[in-house]
C-alpha cells in the first residue's frame, strides 16, 4: 500500500509564484526523498532528506521534515513553466528495503 | 549523477506474446533494481525488487509467473512480461540504487526513462 500521501493532488499557478507540495506519511523513515516525473518520461531525483535533518536547499528548492508530524513539504519558489510536472514524495522506512511512493502532485505553471 | 538506462522506451504487441523490457546501469553496479508499474496520472506501484544472482521478491498481488525477472548481472536486470494481455498495458519503470553501506539501501534512487507496453 502506498504510505506517503501527496496534497494537493493537483496545484496551478503562475509563472512566477511559489508551489507548496506536501506529503504525510505512517511509519518511521529512514529518509525521505522528491522525485519530478515529466509527462510519459522516468522518474528524476530532486532532493533526498534524512529523518534527523529538518530542512534542505538546492536551488529553488526547499524541503522540509517534520518527523513528529510525519510530513514533508516541497517548496519551488519562482516557478517557472519548465517546472510544470508530477512531483512524488518517497520514503524509504527505517527497516525497509525498497521506497513507497506516494500518489504524486500535478502541478501545473502558467506562462 | 548515475545513468540508468531502460529499453524499449515504446512497445506495442499482440496479445498472447511476450515482451522483455531490459533496464541496465551504465556507470555504476547495482545488486539491487527495482521495477514499477504506473498506471495514467497514478503513481508508481512497487511490482518486485530484483536481487543480483538471486530470485526475484515480487510484492503482494504480482504474478511471479507473469511478470518474469533476471537479474543475471550487476548492470543488467530484464523485466518479461509473458503472455500479454490488454490489461498489461502499462509504464513500466525500473530504478536502481548506487550501492550504499548494506543491508540497507539509504541513497537516492535512479530512475530509467520508463516503457510503454501496449497490448492489442
Known amino acids: 500500500s502506498q504510505q506517503g500521501e501527496e496534497d494537493p493532488q493537483a496545484l496551478s499557478i503562475q509563472e512566477g509564484e511559489n508551489a507548496t507540495m506536501n506529503c504525510s506519511y505512517k511509519?518511521?523513515?529512514?529518509?525521505l526523498q522528491w522525485y519530478r516525473q515529466n509527462s510519459g518520461r522516468g522518474l528524476v531525483h530532486l532532493i533526498l532528506i534524512r529523518s534527523n535533518e529538518r530542512e534542505k536547499h538546492s536551488g529553488r528548492l526547499r524541503v522540509t521534515l517534520d518527523t513528529s508530524k510525519k510530513s514533508s513539504s516541497l517548496l519551488i519558489t519562482a516557478s517557472r513553466a519548465a517546472d510544470t510536472a508530477s512531483y512524488f514524495c518517497?520514503?524509504?522506512?527505517?527497516?525497509?528495503?525498497?521506497?513507497?511512493f506516494g500518489p504524486g502532485t500535478r502541478l501545473s505553471v502558467l506562462p | 549523477g548515475a545513468v540508468v538506462s531502460q529499453h524499449p522506451s515504446r512497445v506495442i504487441c499482440k496479445s498472447g506474446t511476450s515482451v522483455k523490457i531490459e533496464c541496465r546501469s551504465l556507470d555504476f553496479q547495482a545488486t539491487t533494481m527495482f521495477w514499477y508499474r504506473q498506471f495514467p496520472k497514478q503513481s508508481l506501484m512497487l511490482m518486485a525488487t530484483s536481487n543480483e544472482g538471486s530470485k526475484a521478491t515480487y510484492e503482494q498481488g504480482v504474478e511471479k509467473d507473469k511478470f518474469l525477472i533476471n537479474h543475471a548481472s550487476l548492470t543488467l536486470s530484464t523485466l518479461t512480461v509473458t503472455s500479454a494481455h490488454p490489461e498489461d498495458s502499462s509504464f513500466y519503470i525500473c530504478s536502481a540504487i548506487e550501492p550504499g553501506p548494506t543491508p540497507r539501501p539509504t541513497g537516492e534512487l535512479f530512475f530509467g526513462e520508463g516503457s510503454r507496453l501496449t497490448v492489442l
Open positions: 518517497a520514503t524509504l522506512s527505517f527497516y525497509g528495503q525498497n521506497f513507497v
Open positions: 511509519t518511521s523513515i529512514n529518509n
